[in-house]
């Protein structure tokens, strides 16, 4: 019984999100909230093209991805920081046309983005390599606005070996399958949507490094 009541659980959670994505953002205005949430300069300037940014999204979708996966850092959506020829950042990201004008693979000012998330939920971070050499996050970059302009679909069915479409995390989890041979969920069984739904896998100290972390505000 208890079986078939996790099951149906898991079932609506899918249904839910095959319907809006891995991220609902409800409409409303800064005002509306208490605080207008922003980068500091000093956090600015720590930000490389090709970094990862996460973040927690409004909406009962985001609010049910973080009861269900109960992950340490709670967080809902992801995508990757592109920067421009003028110094300026941006996100790109997919998401679905049921909370978007437009389907899939899109691009917003990373400011946008930011704002666009819950108070002290954003975590950015950046891949081994381009810790190593600044080269390989304008490869991530690259990668990026390469699906970009493909206009890559939003992956309703969360099927990673389907690579016509993407949901959030499959973007990012692509782009270092493409450009490095390297799988972060290779520890997480494939057939199982629940964990290759995780978010762990791009901040995960064996392979990423945290370089701003709103989330310790809430420690």
């Known amino acids: 019984m208890k079986r078939s009541i996790v099951f149906s659980f898991f079932g609506i959670l899918i249904l839910l999100m095959l319907t809006f994505s891995c991220d609902n953002i409800e409409s409303h205005k800064p005002e509306d909230r208490n605080n207008y949430y922003f980068l500091t300069t000093?956090?600015?300037?720590?930000?490389?093209?090709?970094?990862?940014?996460m973040r927690?999204?409004?909406?009962?979708?985001?609010?049910?991805?973080?009861?269900?996966?109960r992950e340490e850092v709670p967080i809902s959506h992801?995508?990757?920081?592109?920067?421009?020829?003028?110094g300026n950042y941006y996100v790109i990201h997919?998401?679905?046309r049921s909370i978007s004008p437009?389907?899939?693979?899109?691009?917003?000012?990373?400011?946008?983005?930011?704002?666009?998330?819950?108070?002290?939920s954003v975590l950015i971070s950046r891949y081994g390599k381009a810790i190593e050499d600044s080269d390989f996050g304008k490869k991530i970059s690259?990668?990026?606005?390469?699906?970009?302009?493909?206009?890559?679909p939003f992956d309703h069915t969360f099927n990673l070996e389907d690579?016509?479409?993407?949901?959030?995390?499959?973007?990012?989890?692509?782009?270092?399958?493409?450009?490095?041979?390297?799988?972060?969920?290779?520890?997480y069984p494939t057939d199982n949507l629940r964990e290759k739904l995780k978010f762990e896998p791009f901040y995960d100290s064996t392979?990423?490094?945290?370089?701003?972390?709103?989330?310790?505000?809430n420690d």
Do not use: M
């Open 42 to 53: 000093e956090e600015y300037d720590k930000i490389q093209d090709g970094d990862v940014v």
């Open 56 to 69: 927690q999204g409004y909406g009962i979708v985001s609010t049910i991805i973080l009861e269900t996966l």
């Open 78 to 86: 992801i995508g990757v920081i592109s920067e421009d020829s003028k």
């Open 94 to 96: 997919s998401v679905s």
């Open 102 to 120: 437009h389907d899939g693979i899109q691009i917003d000012k990373l400011e946008n983005f930011i704002n666009q998330s819950r108070p002290n």
């Open 142 to 152: 690259k990668r990026a606005r390469y699906y970009l302009d493909k206009q890559i």
């Open 163 to 187: 690579s016509t479409s993407f949901f959030c995390s499959e973007l990012v989890w692509r782009i270092l399958v493409d450009l490095f041979d390297d799988d972060v969920f290779d520890r």
């Open 207 to 217: 392979r990423f490094e945290i370089v701003i972390n709103h989330n310790k505000r």
